[in-house]
């Protein structure tokens, strides 16, 4: 492998590269765990998730290890970035050990970038701020594409706190990228401040279910939310819950996905959650397929 590859969001991928990465996740899928196990052997991965994640760090770190790398956790609450060294600096430090690659989780866009800058290994972002989250995008596209091959002209709608949502953009970006139409859906304070172009937004979710493919659900990031500007819990629960009621006015081969966690009783109630058209634990299965596929596209040999 001659030239050095980050993943730091889908839109620098391209068509061609995410194309590429499902292609190698589904190989990688149906390849028996044992011709697996040492394409990575040897190689040390550090977790520098310097924000909470339950099921993308337990994802990267299966994946790292089936295909025999060593992962080495970060723990930024007992680090000298408490005594102010900067992450750059952190950085620089960690792979003076000799380590192979950064994941790096960060509440501040741009992040993976500014550390994609002065690292010499490559950087996987793993969710940064409001704006990217590829892996999440790659791993809903998978599971999209185990329902319907091609998603050239089918609808999308993610539904729910578009603006403080990185999944959003990268799922945007995936999407559009294999041709289906994406609707953003979401009362007009959710709405975010910078629109990903070609994306359609709307306030009213009920005409538009009887026409949809796939729904998307987003957690309200209550966290991200300024003290000046609550949102209306009440309010959004009555217009956006996807129920079994509104499920039923989708055509019935309309599924539902959330990247979690999940706020049931929120954005979806648990009948919608555990039900058949349910592809959250789908989701999760094909995140680790997606992880791997990208571990290897970073730091592989023969790829
Ligand atoms: C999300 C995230 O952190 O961006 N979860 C995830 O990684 N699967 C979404 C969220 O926090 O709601």
New binding site residues.
């Given amino acids: 492998m001659s030239q050095r590859r980050d993943l730091i969001d889908l839109a620098s991928l391209g068509r061609d590269g995410i194309g590429e990465l499902i292609d190698h996740a589904r190989c990688i899928r149906t390849s028996p765990p044992s011709t697996l196990r040492g394409r990575l052997a040897g190689r040390e991965i550090v977790h520098l998730f310097l ?6 760090k337990i994802s990267f770190k299966i994946a790292a290890r089936r295909l025999g790398a060593e992962v080495v956790d970060f723990d930024g609450e007992s680090s000298s970035l408490q005594k102010g060294e900067s992450l750059f600096d952190t950085v620089r430090t960690i792979e003076a050990m000799g380590t192979d690659a950064l994941i790096v ?1 960060h509440r501040e866009d741009g992040t993976a970038a500014g550390i994609a800058a002065v690292a010499r290994g490559p950087i996987i972002c ?2 940064e701020g409001v704006t990217a ?1 590829p892996t ?1 995008g790659l791993l809903d596209l998978l599971t999209l594409l185990d329902e319907f091959d091609s998603l050239a002209g089918r609808r999308i709608a993610i539904v729910g ?1 578009i603006r ?4 959003a953009r990268s799922d945007v970006e995936a999407f559009v990228a294999s041709g289906a139409e994406v609707v953003c859906v979401a009362p007009r304070e959710l709405h975010p401040e910078v629109l990903s172009e070609g994306t359609r937004f709307e306030e009213e979710l009920e005409p538009l279910l009887p026409s949809l493919d796939a729904v998307i659900l ?2 309200v ?1 209550k966290e991200r939310f300024a003290p000046d500007r609550p949102i209306d819990l009440e309010r959004f629960v009555e217009r956006y819950q996807f129920t079994a009621e509104r499920l039923a006015a989708t055509p019935p081969h309309c599924v539902v996905l959330h ?3 999940l706020n049931r009783g929120v954005e979806l109630t648990d009948a919608v959650a555990d039900g058949p058209r349910s592809r959250v634990l789908k989701q999760v299965e094909n ?1 680790v397929a997606v992880r791997m596929a990208v571990l290897e596209w970073c730091l592989g040999e023969t790829w």
Avoid: C, F, I, Y
């Avoid at 924000?51 to 993308?56: A, G, I, K, Q, W």
């Avoid at 403080?164 to 999944?167: A, D, Q, Y």
């Fill in positions: 924000e909470p994640s339950t099921r993308t989780r793993a969710g989250h999440q706190d403080h949502s990185r999944v987003l957690r990031q990247p979690g966690p995140g």
